[in-house]
């Protein structure tokens, strides 16, 4: 079946480090893939989605790149912030209307 | 305005109690969800209704059971409350292609004592 594989954390970083966040993806046909991001006691927000091989998608800094070839979508953030510090999951919608698969989720932890 | 709304936030209970979470959205989709996430952050797909039809239920104990009233509103109500049911319980949205976005409500804790 679908699943997606992301990095165990947690991971701490000092601010304006370069952050990334691995994920990997099985899944037939041809999946969206998300970035959905938790920060505590709240519930999830989107933070960026691709729908298509090679899309790059992006938002508050975060980008990242649906790569088919890998069956990859790597989070990438060029400077971390403290108020970054948060679990962000991996996910792919497969087809239609359908629910997400969700990875197990990355707790970044920023520290000033 | 809030897009997918929960109710309670937060809910306490003893074992073998029966209770109720409510959820509504304002956004006009057709489908809805529950989820359900463990202590270790890990979420689960439990239920998937399209216009009211439910359509995907995975493997969920019977003691789970939702009822969709209208298109915006999908409740889960929870027989015979058991330890393991302790988790949040995520209600979300969504358009019907696979590129729409998922909305999430604000979570409901529940903890079983």
């Not at chain 2, 049911?85 to 696979?98: E, I, K, R, T």
Request: glycine content about 8%.
């Amino acid at each position: 079946g679908d699943s997606v594989t992301q990095m165990e954390g947690p991971v701490t970083l000092s601010e304006e480090a370069f952050l990334t966040i691995n994920c990997t993806y099985t899944a037939t046909g041809y999946p969206s893939l998300f970035w959905y991001v938790q920060y505590p006691g709240e519930g999830l927000q989107l933070l960026l989605k691709a729908t298509k091989a090679d899309d790059k998608g992006s938002n508050k800094g975060f980008e990242a790149t649906y790569r088919k070839e890998t069956t990859s979508f790597h989070l990438e953030k060029g400077s971390v912030q403290v108020s970054d510090s948060a679990v962000y999951f991996c996910a792919l919608r497969p087809s239609g209307n359908t629910p997400l698969v969700f990875g197990k989720g990355t707790r970044l932890s920023v520290i000033a | 305005d809030t897009a997918v709304s929960q109710t309670p936030k937060y809910l306490v209970t003893q074992m073998g109690n029966d209770k109720s979470i409510k959820c509504e959205q304002n956004l006009g989709h057709d489908t809805m969800y529950w989820y359900k996430q463990d202590s270790k952050k890990f979420l689960k797909i439990m239920f998937s209704y399209n216009n009211k039809e439910l359509i995907i239920n995975e493997t969920v104990p019977n003691r789970f059971s939702p009822k969709s009233p209208d298109k915006a509103h999908l409740n889960l109500h929870i027989n015979s409350l058991e330890l393991g049911d302790s988790a949040v319980y995520f209600c979300a949205s969504s358009g019907q292609y696979s590129y729409n976005e998922q909305f999430f409500g604000p979570g409901t804790r529940l903890t079983v004592l």
